[in-house]
């Protein structure tokens, strides 16, 4: 059966269903449609919720339960990260170069998934919301040439991850690794990671209760 068939389908002025009502059986899906205005994503955000694909190009927003994040101050260096931290020729910058960030992300191949959920209507929404400050990237360079990072938005206390891509060994984990220092140091309390992944929970993340991410959620933003 169609998506749309057994998921509200927005119009631009719909507001999104409660997280309540989402699918855990389809990875948390809440709702279809109703566009990427700017005033749409901060507001989903602020939920909690994410989009998350695309059906005949109308955005998939998710609300997975539960929830992986990362507590900045349980951020785990390895040993091989801390080699890096001291003796790579890495530099680290922040948001010199968000457009080639999110695209980077876009192209890179990621285990089980066929082609890229970040369309371009996504690539537009997101350097908007980077135009207007809310959107950040955190990049990893080599001998100028930008080659890691990862993008997110900051919405009040939280800062909320969105993808990864990585053209060196560590390069992503080197920029994580920046960014997290700086996201300590100007006192934002939670990364949301989205799904639970091995690599994330490498680095510390961990699984929490949509009850435990709505209480932060609600401290940490209000």
């Given at each position: 059966?169609?998506?749309?068939?057994?998921?509200?389908?927005?119009?631009?002025?719909?507001?999104?269903?409660p997280v309540?009502h989402?699918?855990p059986?389809l990875?948390?899906l809440?709702?279809?449609?109703?566009?990427?205005?700017?005033?749409?994503?901060?507001?989903?955000?602020?939920?909690?919720?994410?989009?998350?694909?695309?059906?005949?190009?109308?955005?998939?927003?998710?609300?997975?339960?539960?929830?992986?994040?990362?507590?900045?101050?349980?951020?785990?260096?390895s040993?091989?990260?801390g080699?890096t931290?001291?003796?790579?020729?890495?530099?680290?910058?922040?948001?010199?170069?968000?457009?080639?960030?999110?695209?980077?992300?876009?192209?890179?191949?990621?285990p089980?998934?066929?082609?890229?959920?970040?369309?371009?209507?996504m690539?537009?929404?997101?350097?908007?919301?980077?135009?207007?400050?809310?959107?950040?990237?955190?990049?990893?360079?080599?001998d100028?040439?930008?080659?890691g990072?990862?993008?997110?938005?900051w919405?009040?206390?939280v800062?909320?991850?969105?993808?990864?891509?990585?053209?060196?060994?560590?390069?992503?984990?080197?920029?994580?690794?920046?960014?997290?220092?700086?996201?300590?140091?100007?006192?934002?309390?939670?990364?949301?990671?989205q799904?639970?992944?091995?690599?994330?929970?490498?680095l510390?993340?961990?699984?929490?209760?949509?009850?435990?991410?709505?209480?932060?959620?609600?401290t940490?933003?209000?």
């Amino acid at each position: 059966m169609p998506l749309a068939h057994t998921i509200p389908l927005l119009s631009a002025d719909d507001p999104l269903p409660p997280v309540a009502h989402a699918r855990p059986e389809l990875g948390g899906l809440l709702a279809i449609g109703g566009g990427l205005s700017v005033a749409r994503l901060l507001g989903a955000y602020r939920c909690g919720v994410f989009p998350w694909g695309t059906q005949h190009g109308l955005p998939l927003w998710h609300y997975p339960e539960p929830r992986m994040v990362l507590l900045p101050q349980e951020f785990r260096i390895s040993r091989s990260l801390g080699k890096t931290l001291r003796n790579s020729r890495f530099v680290f910058r922040h948001n010199s170069d968000f457009p080639g960030v999110i695209r980077a992300c876009a192209q890179t191949p990621r285990p089980g998934q066929d082609g890229t959920w970040i369309s371009e209507e996504m690539i537009a929404a997101y350097c908007e919301l980077h135009r207007l400050g809310w959107a950040h990237s955190a990049e990893t360079w080599l001998d100028d040439e930008l080659v890691g990072g990862l993008y997110g938005l900051w919405i009040g206390q939280v800062f909320f991850g969105e993808s990864m891509f990585s053209w060196q060994n560590n390069a992503s984990k080197f920029a994580l690794a920046h960014w997290v220092a700086h996201l300590r140091a100007e006192h934002c309390g939670l990364i949301d990671c989205q799904m639970h992944t091995a690599h994330l929970a490498s680095l510390g993340a961990r699984e929490i209760s949509g009850t435990q991410f709505q209480h932060l959620l609600q401290t940490l933003i209000g």
